[in-house]
């Protein structure tokens, strides 16, 4: 098959991140394209880029180029990754007899309106989501069809991740327990709840005052506000910032917890990155899919309805018990590498592609 992925990103993300692995899994089999916003998302990748304005759903300029690639490169799907692209890609599809199978990685919920069903139904061949949560939540709308949903879990390259994080850390915060948290410092990745609970276990465990650590990694809108939170709590001596890094995992591998309290999530790369980095992972429940594969207090440590009081337990547990540390990570790492394997997912992304351009003929 010829696949053109579309991203109108201005920055890298989780989202991007899945993107770049899966399409260099897919290249071994297909020709793979891709349609970008911005230079330095192209940038990253080994095939043909396309960059195009993205301005909006109704973007004419972008609509026109996206159907003359289409024809000159014999696209057979489309493969939108951003909110704004579905719009876009659904319509090239519907106006040059192609399939149009949208990539949903967080909880999003759409509306019950015509628009929104114009978007997920009509203009969408099929609904790729990385959790079942996430397709439990679209059926919920009554104009979803369940055989236009697939849950196909994240594949996780661990061989590239760990020689991407064995290149050298820059400077952080001395001390021998650094707990890392990291994504887009905005409302949705939970940086307020980690920045709590961090708090309430230094308060809690004052022996680990001059040990421990908060190491936030990412960059956004928030970073001002949450800056003055960390200095609000009488810790932000020891909760630092590194802003965007292209490069996380050395940062995230120089730790010894990974903490992620975000509140809308399907299944994270980032957690998954840090599993197999051997880092004890602690997350909200809430986050999507993690109770889909993670056991409580096994493989990792999900929390509640009060995740900041249960994020400084578990942090002064693990604070405490190395033991309990390395075994958390040891088991998390081995689900991770049999759960989240790179060609089960290109197998089953191979099937449902198949299957979509089936259903349209």
């Known amino acids: 098959m010829n696949l053109l992925f579309l991203n109108s990103a201005k920055v890298w993300g989780g989202n991007e991140r899945w993107m770049a692995q899966t399409i260099r899994k897919l290249s071994e089999s297909h020709s793979v394209f891709l349609a970008a916003r911005r230079k330095g998302i192209g940038d990253r990748f080994q095939i043909p880029v396309f960059e195009l304005p993205f301005l909006s759903e109704a973007d004419i300029l972008t609509l026109s180029r996206l159907v003359s690639l289409i024809h000159r490169h014999q696209i057979d799907v489309l493969l939108p990754t951003k909110r704004k692209d579905y719009v876009l890609a659904g319509l090239a599809a519907r106006m040059t007899g192609r399939v149009s199978v949208i990539r949903l990685g967080i909880a999003r919920q759409p509306k019950a309106g015509i628009f929104h069903r114009l978007v997920y139904d009509f203009l969408a061949d099929g609904i790729i989501v990385n959790a079942e949560s996430i397709r439990k939540e679209l059926l919920e709308i009554s104009y979803m069809k369940p055989e236009k949903i697939r849950v196909i879990y994240n594949g996780i390259d661990y061989l590239e991740v760990r020689m991407l994080a064995a290149e050298p850390a820059p400077s952080l ?14 409302a949705r990745k939970g940086h307020d709840l980690a920045i709590a609970g961090f708090s309430r276990f230094l308060t809690e465990t004052p022996e680990a005052a001059d040990e421990a650590s908060l190491i936030i990694v ?57 599993m197999v980095l051997n880092l004890p992972v602690i997350t909200t429940s809430g986050a999507g899919g993690a109770a889909e594969f993670l056991e409580h207090g096994v493989t990792g440590w999900l929390l509640g309805e009060n995740p900041a009081d249960e994020a400084a337990v578990y942090l002064s547990r693990l604070y405490s018990d190395e033991p309990k540390r390395q075994d958390t990570a040891r088991e998390g790492c081995e689900k991770v590498l049999s759960f989240f394997d790179l060609n089960r997912m290109k197998q089953d992304l191979d099937e449902f592609l198949s299957e979509c351009r089936r259903h349209r003929k």
């Open 218 to 274: 990412g960059g956004g809108p928030d970073e001002k506000r949450l800056r003055a939170s960390a200095d609000a709590t009488g810790f932000g001596h020891r909760i630092h910032f590194t802003g965007f890094l292209k490069n996380p995992y050395p940062v995230i591998a120089s730790g010894q917890v990974f903490l992620m309290m975000s509140a809308s999530e399907g299944i994270s790369n980032a957690l998954l990155e840090a």
């Open 173 to 186: 915060p001395a001390g021998r327990f650094r707990i890392v948290s990291s994504g887009e410092l905005s």
